[in-house]
């Protein structure tokens, strides 16, 4: 069974300072990998993915997450944190193939507090 | 686009009473899913449809809960009897399968069980 883990429910940086948040997962063949954003009393926003390719990959608002196939990461990187940025995160893998239903499988999300 | 919209954006009711959330999926889209979030649980998948047909009901907690999707622009989710332990978020997700992959998610129904 496919899974991702998310260690830290909590992550805080203090803006202008490099931020990371961790994500790991688990499947049993090549991932397809997602990074969500949840602002308060909003839906979930697509950030970037990892499909296949190059395994850094760039998305929305300056973010980049690096996939590491030994390691089965994929952490959500910003060089320079904005208070804006102060939300929710989630990790989200699903089995790549080449047909059929694939269950996408959401981590439990990651606070990220940006401190001023 | 508009994007996903749900309604209503809020509910509040009493338990025993029947509760249906509404969804429209993004034009085009051809897969649609129902989640719910809670604190304790997390992101949850009720249901997916593909092409409008039910594909993986597995997260759909009890028969109390049903969901349909009569046509590629519209689905509900009925809860009849809703119960307080029902009280969550409820998100619809459409997406394009096979091409895109990323889900779009609507705003939410925030439902309160009395």
């Known amino acids: 069974a496919q899974s991702v883990a998310q260690p830290e429910d909590q992550v805080n940086v203090a803006e202008g300072n490099p931020l990371t948040v961790k994500c790991t997962y688990s499947?049993?063949?090549?991932?397809?990998l997602f990074w969500y954003v949840q602002y308060p009393n909003r839906g979930l926003q697509f950030l970037l993915k990892?499909?296949?390719?190059?395994?850094l990959v760039k998305g929305s608002y300056g973010f980049e997450a690096e996939f590491n196939k030994s390691q089965t990461s994929f952490h959500l990187k910003k060089p320079s944190a904005l208070v804006s940025d102060s939300a929710l995160y989630f990790c989200?893998?699903?089995?790549?193939?080449?047909?059929?239903?694939?269950?996408?499988?959401f981590g439990t999300g990651t606070k990220l507090q940006v401190i001023p | 686009d508009a994007g996903v919209i749900q309604s209503p954006r809020h509910e509040v009711t009493e338990m025993g009473q029947e509760v249906t959330l509404r969804c429209k999926p993004i034009?085009?889209?051809?897969?649609l899913f129902w989640y719910r979030q809670t604190m304790m649980r997390g992101l949850e998948l009720l249901i997916y449809?593909?092409?409008?047909?039910?594909?993986?009901d597995s997260g759909m907690p009890e028969d109390r809960f049903s969901a349909k999707m009569p046509n590629a622009s519209f689905s509900t989710l009925k809860i009849q009897p809703s119960e307080p332990r029902d009280s969550a978020v409820y998100f619809c997700?459409?997406?394009?399968?096979?091409?895109?992959?990323?889900?779009?998610f609507g705003p939410g129904t925030r439902l309160l069980v009395l």
């Open positions: 997700a459409s997406t394009l399968t096979g091409l895109e992959e990323t889900q779009y």
């Open positions: 499947v049993s063949g090549n991932p397809y």
């Open positions: 990892y499909i296949t390719g190059d395994n």
């Open positions: 989200a893998v699903r089995e790549s193939n080449s047909g059929g239903y694939q269950k996408v499988t």
């Open positions: 034009s085009g889209h051809n897969s």
């Open positions: 449809f593909n092409n409008n047909v039910p594909i993986d």
